[in-house]
């Protein structure tokens, strides 16, 4: 029997009858009920539901975007993504503007059912070792957006996930980026595997803790690397900051919260003259930095990003099940505080 949370009409953002694309809000209220669907997309696959009994469709018809495609993973054949084509009536309301998307490619997250969660938790595992650029189902989602941009190159593209998806769009957006194409993206509850340090209540400690961090990275970073720096040009994160992803984070939610003492910290240090200490530890992680001194090649961390608009939701959530839920991003945004990092 499917749950409430499966049902549209009982748990998704209903009142949206018309979307204003200009409008945060509503923006990010249909890429979260996008992800959704991909999520009850798998349901309906693992509980045989076909037809007029399927849940799927309506999370993405009732704003009136079709399907394009599904994105099947090749080792266990369970959707993990979809392809959305934004198809209003003829005659779109003034809503309607040229800031909605054309199209939209979506990943979920983990999904603890038995014909989907060996393979899931693979993902995860590979997300928690820098590992994800390595899996096939990766190869699949990049090669979709790769393709997806070369065919529609006039065309406005958006990237949405949750959780392992979000890491799953994080890192299509980057490779993009990389090549001087910027998409939009919307991340929610994104991956950030570091020490629990914003689960801290005492805000010296956990500000000594970052100070403490960003000095051992960054001379580390100085005697692995030396003081030599790349014309600014050529420093991949340097180019990478001029793409702005918006992520979605829960301060309760241990999966994402650090990104909100990564950004924080990054102008404290700028504000107390450590600006310089604090760009280089920024780029850099310290395992990635062994690995450089061991003379081994390694990803740069998912979660090293220059710039984003980072929003908050800032109501208490009871549990961890609230807090990295998909759902809580079509709530009221009266608890949604934004803020723009642009690293410079």
């Known amino acids: 029997m499917a749950s409430e949370r499966e049902i549209f009409h009982l748990s998704g953002p209903s009142h949206l009858t018309a979307v204003n694309w200009k409008n945060d809000h509503d923006r990010r209220s249909v890429a979260a009920s996008l992800v959704q669907g991909v999520y009850i997309l798998e349901r309906d696959r693992q509980e045989k539901r076909q037809g007029p009994q399927a849940l799927a469709p309506l999370w993405w018809e009732f704003f009136q975007f079709q399907m394009v495609r599904q ?79 070369a065919a529609n190159q006039d065309k406005n593209i958006w990237l949405s996930g949750h959780s392992l998806g979000s890491a799953m769009a994080m890192l299509a957006g980057k490779n993009m980026a990389k090549t001087g194409i910027f998409l939009e993206a919307f991340l929610f509850n994104p ?119 980072l929003t908050i939701n800032s109501i208490r959530s009871p549990d961890f099940r609230q807090a990295h839920g998909i759902h809580q991003w079509w709530g009221p945004d009266s608890h949604f505080k934004s803020k723009l990092y642009r690293y410079n």
Not at 122 to 143: C, P, W, Y
Not at 218 to 228: F, I, M, R, Y
């Open 71 to 149: 994105l099947v993973d090749d080792v266990d054949s369970s959707i993990f993504g979809a392809i959305y084509e934004f198809k209003p009536p003829t005659s779109p309301s003034s809503l309607s503007t040229c800031e909605s998307p054309h199209y939209v490619i979506a990943f979920r997250g983990t999904i603890r059912k038995p014909h989907s969660v060996s393979q899931d938790l693979k993902l995860d595992l590979h997300v928690l070792q820098n590992g994800l650029h390595q899996t096939s189902r990766f190869e699949i989602a990049m090669q979709a957006v790769r393709n997806m941009v």
């Open 191 to 309: 991956p950030f595997f570091s020490a629990p340090i914003e689960r801290i209540k005492d805000k010296t400690v956990k500000q000594g803790l970052r100070i403490a961090s960003s000095l051992i990275t960054a001379g580390l970073a100085v005697a692995v690397k030396g003081t030599h720096q790349r014309n600014r040009f050529e420093d991949p994160f340097v180019y990478l900051s001029t793409w702005v992803p918006s992520l979605f984070v829960n301060p309760a939610d241990h999966i994402c919260c650090e990104y909100i003492g990564y950004f924080e910290h990054r102008q404290k240090m700028k504000d107390i003259g450590a600006g310089g200490i604090e760009r280089l530890a920024t780029q850099n992680s310290i395992h990635g930095l062994f690995m450089t001194a061991m003379g081994k090649e390694s990803e740069p961390p998912l979660h090293l990003i220059p710039s984003a608009v």
